[in-house]
């Protein structure tokens, strides 16, 4: 009761916007379900690029996107980008239209930074302020890797702590938030809220085949195939523990910490190379990795070497995310307390020493 009303008050007092209040800057991004933009207030119009804020209109799909937004904002708000306000906006000639807003985060998302040559050096010093003093090399990327993947997983664990599943975790909507110096996750379009209830996944509705774990559908017996409006299913911490939907994320993740570790799996077309090879090996990654070592272009026995450091704690970690069955996957807390993350741990109280 008491959160009901917390939530209640909370959202009388916050300011709401509408059409008039906005001013729309340079266009981010155009997907199937609505176009994104950056955008400024009217009274106090930004002069650089088009805005402090980020618009998204989108279909009818927009309520359960701005359902998520709102969870999140209030249950786990630093695991996802800053959400504002969302309202329906009708049009005369452009039929209804759910309108979402966000504080701009950043310019960058993990997909922009990675597509850098001089990934991950590139992303050093914004996440951890200042050059560390250890040659270029391995140890200091492998440094790098390790806190992006420390901030994506415990984005993930709030959300997933919180009942919500992504449904489409790829490096394109992970985005730097340059004010709070960490990666923050964006685009709940896909997500489910497999505890309170609202899970819709539209028929057309196709998950990134280039992220997506083997099992496709998470949840799949429990989903209405052909629904006109979110529906609500109910769905018992029970059902959720027999299902692990969570694990479809960390499997998106294990496939970004790949690309991250081996630059050459970084373009669209030779993670789907991968991910064909993958499959051939039924999805057993030290299968993979017996296959193509043997003749791997140095670019990939260096990813090897990379996550072989340290008793090969990385490979490990790697191994326990992207695995054919969801129950095999390790989840977002316990891959936190994993010992790929300790060591970096130790290092830095022996740096502060
Ligand atoms: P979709 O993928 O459905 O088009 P997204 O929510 O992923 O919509 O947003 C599209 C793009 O807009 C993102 O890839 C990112 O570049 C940018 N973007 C979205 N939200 C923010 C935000 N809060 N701050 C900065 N950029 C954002
Ligand atoms: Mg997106």
Same mark, same amino acid.
């Given at each position: 009761?008491?959160?009901?009303?917390?939530?209640?008050?909370?959202?009388?007092? !916050?300011?709401?916007?509408?059409?008039?209040?906005?001013?729309?800057?340079?266009?981010?991004?155009?997907?199937? $379900?609505?176009?994104?933009?950056?955008?400024?207030?009217?009274?106090? @119009?930004?002069?650089?690029?088009?805005?402090?804020?980020?618009?998204?209109?989108?279909?009818?799909?927009?309520?359960?996107?701005?359902?998520?937004?709102?969870?999140?904002?209030?249950?786990?708000?630093?695991?996802?980008?800053?959400?504002?306000?969302?309202?329906?906006?009708?049009?005369?000639?452009?039929?209804?239209?759910?309108?979402?807003?966000?504080?701009?985060?950043?310019?960058?998302?993990?997909?922009?930074?990675?597509?850098?040559?001089?990934?991950?050096?590139?992303?050093?010093?914004?996440?951890?302020?200042?050059?560390?003093?250890?040659?270029?090399?391995?140890?200091?990327?492998?440094?790098?890797?390790?806190?992006?993947?420390?901030?994506?997983?415990?984005?993930?664990?709030?959300?997933?702590?919180?009942?919500?599943?992504?449904? &489409?975790?790829? @490096?394109?909507?992970?985005?730097?938030?340059?004010?709070? !110096?960490?990666?923050?996750?964006?685009?709940?379009?896909?997500?489910?809220?497999? !505890?309170?209830?609202?899970?819709?996944?539209?028929?057309?509705?196709?998950?990134?085949?280039?992220?997506?774990?083997?099992? /496709?559908?998470?949840? +799949?017996?429990?989903?209405?195939?052909?629904?006109?409006?979110?529906?609500?299913?109910?769905?018992?911490?029970?059902?959720?523990?027999?299902?692990?939907?969570? !694990?479809?994320?960390?499997?998106?993740?294990?496939?970004?910490?790949?690309?991250?570790? $081996?630059?050459?799996?970084?373009?669209?077309?030779?993670?789907?190379?991968?991910?064909? /090879?993958?499959?051939?090996?039924?999805? &057993?990654?030290?299968?993979?990795?017996? +296959?193509?070592? @043997?003749?791997?272009?140095?670019?990939?026995?260096?990813?090897?070497?990379?996550?072989?450091?340290?008793?090969?704690?990385?490979?490990?970690?790697?191994?326990?995310?992207?695995?054919?069955?969801?129950?095999?996957?390790?989840?977002?807390?316990?891959?936190?307390?994993?010992?790929?993350?300790?060591?970096?741990?130790?290092?830095?109280?022996?740096?502060?020493?």
């Amino acid at each position: 009761f008491d959160m009901f009303v917390l939530a209640f008050v909370e959202r009388l007092f !916050r300011p709401t916007y509408k059409k008039d209040d906005l001013v729309l800057g340079k266009k981010l991004g155009e997907g199937s $379900f609505g176009s994104v933009y950056r955008a400024s207030l009217a009274k106090k @119009p930004s002069s650089k690029d088009g805005g402090d804020l980020v618009l998204k209109r989108a279909s009818e799909y927009g309520a359960v996107e701005i359902w998520m937004n709102e969870r999140v904002r209030r249950a786990c708000a630093n695991s996802c980008a800053d959400f504002l306000y969302g309202f329906l906006e009708t049009s005369s000639t452009k039929g209804s239209e759910y309108w979402l807003l966000w504080r701009f985060e950043g310019k960058a998302t993990l997909a922009d930074l990675m597509q850098s040559k001089d990934f991950p050096y590139n992303v050093e010093t914004m996440i951890l302020g200042k050059v560390q003093d250890l040659p270029k090399g391995l140890e200091r990327e492998n440094r790098i890797i390790q806190t992006i993947m420390r901030q994506l997983l415990f984005a993930l664990d709030g959300l997933h702590s919180t009942g919500i599943v992504h449904r &489409d975790i790829k @490096p394109q909507n992970v985005i730097f938030s340059e004010g709070s !110096r960490i990666f923050k996750i964006i685009d709940l379009g896909a997500a489910a809220d497999l !505890r309170v209830g609202i899970n819709y996944i539209p028929k057309e509705f196709l998950l990134d085949p280039r992220y997506a774990a083997p099992e /496709q559908y998470i949840m +799949s017996t429990q989903t209405p195939s052909a629904p006109s409006a979110p529906v609500a299913t109910a769905l018992s911490p029970v059902l959720w523990q027999l299902n692990l939907p969570d !694990r479809f994320d960390i499997y998106s993740a294990g496939l970004i910490f790949l690309q991250m570790a $081996f630059p050459s799996l970084r373009t669209d077309s030779s993670l789907i190379q991968f991910n064909r /090879q993958l499959k051939r090996c039924d999805y &057993d990654l030290a299968a993979w990795r017996k +296959s193509t070592e @043997p003749r791997a272009s140095p670019d990939l026995r260096r990813g090897f070497e990379l996550l072989d450091l340290d008793d090969g704690v990385g490979w490990e970690l790697l191994t326990s995310m992207v695995r054919y069955k969801a129950r095999q996957r390790i989840s977002a807390k316990a891959a936190l307390a994993h010992p790929y993350f300790d060591r970096e741990g130790l290092l830095a109280l022996s740096f502060m020493q």
